[in-house]
């Protein structure tokens, strides 16, 4: 069973300080991972994901994330922090052909002025 | 283009109340998915439809029923409410069948209290 846990529920960084949002997978299959940002009573949006090919992603607004097999890990960084960043950030996880995306807990990213 | 909307924003239920959400969308997705998000959770599956005709059970499916009316609608049912389906629910749809390559645009998404 494909499994992600996200390390700390809440993470706190001053603006133009480094964002790095972790996130862990458990899955028996070569998996497909995503990240997702999730604004204050809004949907979820697609930030990045991960299929197949480079191990590192870029995505939107400045975000990437690096797929480590051998730590099966999938953190999100971003080197300088916005306000605009502040928002609820999910890693999720889906395998092969599948339809049932497995998301993370999810972590509450503040910015500080 | 609407994209994803979801009907109604908020909704306050007595136990044992029966109510509809509506999804639609106007980007000729194929597949459309129920969700539930509560705090410390995540969002976890209720139903899916891969395709117009076809629904599937997720993580969650109790206590729910669904419809996929046709290609752009899916709606989520819920026959005699419980407290504890307290939640904000998300639709969001899918182009493709394999929804592993591709991505879900999800709708603002409906908050429901059962009191």
């Known amino acids: 069973a494909q499994s992600v846990t996200q390390l700390g529920s809440h993470v706190s960084v001053s603006e133009g300080a480094l964002v790095l949002l972790r996130c862990n997978y458990s899955s028996s299959v070569p998996p497909y991972l995503f990240w997702y940002v999730q604004y204050p009573n809004q949907g979820l949006q697609l930030l990045l994901k991960?299929?197949?090919?480079?191990?590192l992603v870029k995505g939107i607004n400045g975000f990437e994330a690096e797929f480590k097999k051998s730590e099966t890990s999938f953190h999100l960084t971003k080197p300088s922090a916005h306000m605009s960043d502040a928002a609820e950030y999910f890693c999720?996880?889906?395998?092969?052909?599948?339809?049932?995306?497995?998301f993370g807990a999810g972590t509450r990213l503040f910015v500080k002025a | 283009n609407a994209g994803v909307t979801q009907t109604p924003k908020f909704q306050v239920l007595k136990t044992g109340q029966s109510m509809t959400l509506q999804c639609a969308q106007d980007m000729n997705h194929n597949s459309m998915y129920w969700y539930r998000q509560d705090p410390g959770m995540g969002l976890r599956l209720i139903y899916y439809?891969?395709?117009?005709?076809?629904?599937d059970k997720g993580e969650v499916p109790n206590g729910y029923n669904v419809s996929r009316l046709n290609k752009r609608e899916f709606s989520l049912r819920l026959e005699s409410a419980a407290p504890s389906q307290t939640s904000v629910y998300f639709c969001?749809?899918?182009?493709?069948?394999?929804?592993?390559?591709?991505?879900?645009?999800f709708g603002p998404g409906t908050r429901l209290t059962v009191l």
């Open positions: 999720a996880v889906s395998d092969t052909g599948g339809f049932k995306t497995i």
């Open positions: 969001a749809t899918a182009m493709y069948r394999d929804i592993s390559t591709d991505t879900q645009y």
């Open positions: 991960y299929t197949t090919g480079a191990t």
């Open positions: 439809s891969a395709s117009e005709g076809t629904t």
